[in-house]
């Protein structure tokens, strides 16, 4: 079977065929990171007490963490409904990352097209920009109601269209910064492993495993932030 | 992606409304197929216009273009673009939301759970030792209350005590004063009776004396 491109043909009538394209090897390395995320609180969680020990103690740290990213963003009143978003945005892209630096998906020989990280593909890292810009104008609408839309007349009506433009560039920013830092991470990666393939990569791999560490942080901190800063309304 | 309607392709379609799982192969051949149909239809027009030169010429641009199409067509079939849009995009979309309320319920829900817990547990034994704080202030004041009670209490009957002694002490000297006294007063009423006597005594004796004085003195 080939993997990289699975057509899936939806025949609609005898005169006209559409064919919709899905890119396979996100899907699978996808799966595998949800798969990791899931098996993780499932072990740890198994026998919780009140005084943690070992991977309970972590996915407790874990937790905390989020909760103060989420909190320093958006207020002590209001984060706690948002958690869950923000958490799941961090771990999914973190784990996303790590995986694809660390896990050896290069053994997997594919036919066509090669498994990595899914985050170096233009579609997850949209689809999650995408899913932070619905939710803050969901968060924005759910808590303002229709005077939400005053905050695009909010200084000064000269910077409406100035604020129209950053519901563009928000989600476009979010979805390219973490795409070409993962992807050219990758890339870049591959042409010195194809080079040199001892030692001289490892720097650069060290290099990636924080700036994708990074890049995970600054994600859900933006997406948190952004969030906040539809929810806060008037200075 | 080229969509022709064409009756090769209706031999397909004919399996009815499934959609069908096919390789990129078939995708090639599948616009190949569209494409020599389409040659065809183009070499029929080219030989009715091939009289006229300009034409001819105009026609044969016309058609290496035309030919080019396809063949753009089918390269672009395995293109590697970077900006390749497709179904990915919201099944990443479903399958994040499915996570994050996996997520919620498997993690953040059962922690959190735990972890306010034990905020709340600290939180009233904090409250406690408050508490028992105020207790041991009065527990103390009870205690040197009592204190003081017990050391007003054996201040007052060692005072008591004192006095009593005191007063024995006293009581026992009058008494030997007394005594003394009284002997005191015998001895000299003893004295003086002794005195008295040994007076009358002398003056007996002192008559005596002087009458034998006067009797030798005055012989008669």
């Keep these: 079977m080939q993997i990289e491109q699975l057509q899936i043909f939806e025949i609609d009538n005898p005169h006209q065929v559409s064919s919709v394209e899905v890119h396979a090897q996100v899907l699978i390395t996808s799966w595998v990171v949800i798969a990791l995320l899931i098996a993780l609180p499932v072990v740890a969680t198994r026998n919780l007490q009140t005084i943690p020990t070992g991977l309970q103690n972590f996915i407790e740290y874990v937790l905390e963490f989020i909760r103060d990213l989420t909190r320093t963003q958006m207020g002590e009143e209001e984060y706690r409904p948002w958690v869950p978003f923000i958490g799941t945005m961090f771990l999914s892209i973190f784990v996303s990352n790590w995986s694809g630096a660390l896990l050896p998906w290069r053994v997997i020989q594919l036919p066509h097209g090669e498994l990595a990280a899914p985050t170096n593909d233009i579609n997850t890292t949209v689809a999650l920009a995408l899913l932070t810009s619905i939710a803050y104008f969901y968060a924005g609408l759910h808590k303002r109601g229709f005077s939400y839309f005053g905050k695009y007349i909010h200084p000064t009506p000269v910077l409406l269209p100035i604020n129209i433009l950053e519901d563009f560039t928000k989600p476009l920013s979010l979805s390219f910064r973490l795409f070409g830092n993962i992807l050219a991470d990758e890339l870049v990666v591959a042409v010195f492993v194809s080079l040199v393939p001892l030692i001289v990569p490892v720097p650069m791999m060290l290099l990636g495993l924080f700036t994708s560490a990074i890049q995970a942080l600054i994600s859900a901190t933006l997406a948190a932030a952004y969030i906040g800063e539809s929810m806060e309304g008037h200075h | ?220």
């Design chain 2, 1 to 220: 992606m080229a969509v022709i309607p064409c009756r090769a392709s209706s031999a397909r379609s004919s399996s009815g409304r499934v959609p069908a799982i096919r390789g990129a192969a078939d995708q090639k051949v599948r616009v190949r197929y569209n494409c020599a149909f389409f040659q065809e239809a183009l070499q029929n027009v080219a030989l009715k216009v091939s009289q006229n030169p300009t034409v001819r010429k105009a026609a044969f641009l016309a058609m290496n273009t035309l030919w080019a199409i396809p063949a753009i067509a089918e390269e672009a079939e395995e293109k590697g673009k970077i900006f390749d849009f497709n179904l990915t995009l919201p099944i990443i979309v479903a399958e994040f939301l499915l996570l994050m309320l996996a997520l919620d319920n498997l993690w953040f829900k059962p922690v959190a759970k735990v972890m306010d817990e034990r905020d709340e547990a600290i939180r009233q034994k904090l409250m406690g030792v408050r508490d028992n704080s105020d207790e041991i202030k009065k527990l103390q004041e009870q205690a040197e209350a009592i204190l003081k009670a017990a050391r007003a209490e054996t201040t007052a009957e060692l005072n008591k005590m004192r006095r009593e002694t005191a007063a024995s002490l006293d009581a026992k000297l009058q008494e030997s004063r007394q005594r003394v006294e009284k002997e005191l007063a015998e001895a000299l009423a003893n004295l003086e009776s002794q005195k008295e006597e040994t007076l009358r005594s002398l003056d007996k004796q002192v008559q005596e004396l002087s009458d034998q004085i006067v009797a030798k003195v005055i012989p008669f």
